[in-house]
């Protein structure tokens, strides 16, 4: 059973271009966040450079914020980096293991797996990224790496790990190419990653959402989160339109859900 409140990650991987645009995309998304905010919840993620100005326009409402990556080790001699602990003071998440950090910056699944500690030690909600790329998705090897990625990302975070732990199905086939995935695949592939969940953590898998990401727009979202076993999606491209991104929350609105113990049906 899906989480009573979806979770619609907005990813904006290397852009905007400047802290002002940055602000204005926050801002421009609020009024849709603000008026959905009891049936989505909704998370931004600009580049490390635009968190503060994002987090000012963010203040005051219940839109999360978190960055695209972090460093495991808290402080140190490793030039370049942004530690979890020290993005924990002011942001609510983090993203590990994205596709574009494992293919550009040869991230391998240990190093992902310290991360996602490490967030979560940090005090972090962290999503987790997994998914095939193209010619395992055409051997019909997906399930065999999805499995890999997540048992070895989730290495060291058995004991932690509950509601602060989201995992993005992301087949790396399907990101920025308009080739959104089948939603049968989605729902499948989700199931499995499910099924992991509860044999790695030993607990319902229901306490971990998972989300669906690649080409998802206003179009497709409702295609994915009105799948009896997704939590919500983690979208790139569309994030960057504010009218796209709030027609999607809006969308994701008007979806029936469950209704979880101790809530009221509306
Ligand atoms: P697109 O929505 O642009 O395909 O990107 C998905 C993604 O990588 C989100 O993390």
Redesign the pocket.
């Known amino acids: 059973m899906p989480a009573s409140r979806p979770l619609l ?1 907005a ?1 904006w ?1 290397m852009n905007p271009l400047s802290a002002g645009a940055a602000a204005e995309l926050a801002g421009d998304v609020l009024p849709a966040a603000r008026e959905h905010a009891g049936r989505v919840e909704v998370a931004l993620f600009p580049p490390f450079p635009w968190l503060l100005p994002v987090a000012r326009v963010l203040e005051g409402t219940e839109v999360g914020l978190g960055a695209q990556d972090c460093h495991w080790e808290a402080s140190g001699a490793f030039t370049g980096e942004v530690s979890a602990a020290m993005l924990a003071g002011w942001c609510d998440w983090v ?1 590990v293991g ?3 950090r494992r293919i550009h910056f040869g991230e391998d699944d240990g190093m992902v797996a310290r991360k996602a500690a490490a967030g979560l030690a940090a005090g972090l909600d962290v999503i987790l ?1 997994v998914g095939e790329r193209e010619e395992e998705f055409v051997d019909g090897r997906t399930g065999a790496v999805i499995e890999r990625q997540l048992r070895a990302g989730l290495e060291g975070v058995e004991a932690r790990g509950g509601r602060r732990l989201v995992v ?1 199905y ?1 087949p790396v086939w ?4 308009g080739r ?1 995935a089948d939603p049968d695949h989605a729902g499948r592939t989700i199931g499995l990653i499910r099924r992991t969940l509860v044999d790695v953590l030993g607990r319902p898998g229901q306490e971990v959402r998972v989300l669906y ?5 206003a179009a497709n979202v409702a295609s994915y989160v009105g799948l009896p076993t997704c939590d919500g999606c ?6 960057l339109k504010a009218a796209e991104f709030s027609r999607m929350i809006a969308e994701v609105a008007a979806l029936p859900r469950a209704v979880a113990a101790g809530e009221e049906a509306e």
């Open positions: 990650a990813n991987k993203i994205h596709s574009e990224c993005a992301e399907a990101i920025g190419t959104n990401g690649g080409s998802v727009n983690l979208v790139g491209g569309a994030s």
